[in-house]
């Protein structure tokens, strides 16, 4: 596609629900990361996939998060057992194989969990 | 590094007046840099980048200027428009990703 597509742009959910977050990236990106952003916060990092490597999970705050990705193409990020904490926009971006250069980005998924 | 947990540092500017947005960064062997504007309700988008063995380049009205001695990362916006209020943010590589500062929110005022 022409851009980094994420759905759905806006979930509300109740707390404890399950939710998965959607990301296609830019066709022929080989990398792809996720983060989430608090209100008026900046960009924290959640995970990181290259290729065909192991994913980078460094960054997943709790064990209700985990993140999957298909070849080298969608990628769904899912969070079990939603807590309000949970409240951000998660962004997904994604870039070439050079390792570490720029990044283009989806323009998030707002989830709120009542 | 990331700032995450912290709000972020407010600029406030003038119309037409030129803003200056700072960065520091921590691993001293990043060789690549970049700045990204995010706008309310949208992703952040590219703005400029430069490399290590540059200490300035120039866009359309921004600059980027880099301080390798002191790992200091500037952007420049000159005759700052209302469009320009935004969320600023830079990066630097760090082995394989980009690790991005806290970001900094620009008011331009009319």
């Known amino acids: 596609g022409a851009g980094v597509s994420q759905s759905p742009s806006n979930k509300v959910t109740e707390k404890g629900k399950d939710v998965e977050l959607r990301c296609d990236p830019i066709?022929?990106?080989?990398?792809l990361y996720w983060y989430r952003q608090r209100l008026g916060q900046g960009l924290e990092f959640l995970i990181y996939?290259?290729?065909?490597?192991?994913?980078?999970k460094s960054g997943l705050p709790s064990d209700r998060f985990s993140a999957e990705r298909t070849g080298e193409s969608v990628s769904t990020l899912t969070i079990q057992r939603t807590q309000q904490e949970d409240s951000a926009v998660y962004l997904c971006?994604?870039?070439?194989?050079?390792?570490?250069?720029?990044?283009?980005f989806g323009s998030g998924t707002q989830l709120s969990v009542l | 590094g990331e700032s995450v947990g912290l709000h972020l540092p407010t600029l406030s500017v003038q119309e037409g007046d030129n803003s200056i947005i700072n960065c520091a960064y921590s691993?001293?062997?990043?060789?690549?840099f970049i700045w990204y504007k995010q706008e309310s309700g949208k992703g952040p988008q590219f703005i400029i980048d430069?490399?290590?063995?540059?200490d300035k380049r120039q866009g359309q009205r921004v600059t980027v200027l880099l301080n390798k001695t002191v790992k200091h990362l500037s952007l420049q916006i000159a005759a700052t428009q209302p469009g320009d209020s935004a969320v600023y943010f830079c990066?630097?590589?760090?082995?394989?990703?980009?690790?991005f500062g806290g970001g900094t929110r620009l008011m331009v005022k009319p």
């Open positions: 971006a994604s870039s070439t194989d050079t390792p570490g250069e720029k990044l283009f």
């Open positions: 066709s022929g990106h080989t990398a």
């Open positions: 996939f290259q290729g065909n490597s192991a994913p980078d």
């Open positions: 691993n001293s062997a990043s060789d690549y």
């Open positions: 430069i490399r290590s063995n540059m």
């Open positions: 990066a630097s590589n760090a082995g394989n990703m980009l690790t």
